[in-house]
């Protein structure tokens, strides 16, 4: 199974945290990976991304809240999400890429080939 399985999403309050993990099954095979997340009425946008040498980036809305991580022996990619916000609630996805792309766009959706079903995250004030 090529696609991505995400799992972990729940409905939690306001300032707890939760944790994503995502199973990929074509890691090896990927020079970088990411969540990416889809509120209702939103564009999908970038959340988190890991190169293969461990470089993160991180979406302004979530630096210093959210930490992305790497497995490579369990083909794993985490989602740490600490002090959620209300506005954190959107359906999360793990993405991989099959194909090289310059860093300054790999937070973009369009960067990515390879997409997950998504799990979703609600949180409440």
């Known amino acids: 199974q090529v696609q991505p399985v995400e799992s972990g999403g729940c409905s939690v309050q306001a300032f707890l945290s939760l944790l994503l993990s995502c199973v990929i099954s074509?890691?090896?095979?990927?020079?970088?990976m990411g969540w990416f997340r889809q509120a209702p009425g939103k564009e999908r946008e970038g959340v988190a991304i890991?190169?293969?040498?461990?470089?993160?980036t991180y979406a302004d809305s979530v630096e210093g809240r959210f930490t992305i991580s790497q497995d490579s022996a369990k083909n794993n990619l985490y989602l740490q999400m600490n002090s959620l916000k209300p506005e954190d609630t959107a359906m999360y996805y793990c993405?991989?890429?099959?194909?090289?792309?310059?860093?300054?766009?790999?937070?973009?959706?369009?960067?990515?080939?390879?997409w997950g079903q998504g799990t979703q995250v609600t949180v409440s004030s």
């Open positions: 993405a991989a890429a099959s194909h090289w792309a310059p860093h300054n766009v790999r937070l973009r959706p369009v960067s990515y080939n390879i």
């Open positions: 890991v190169d293969r040498d461990g470089l993160t």
């Open positions: 074509i890691y090896r095979y990927s020079d970088y």
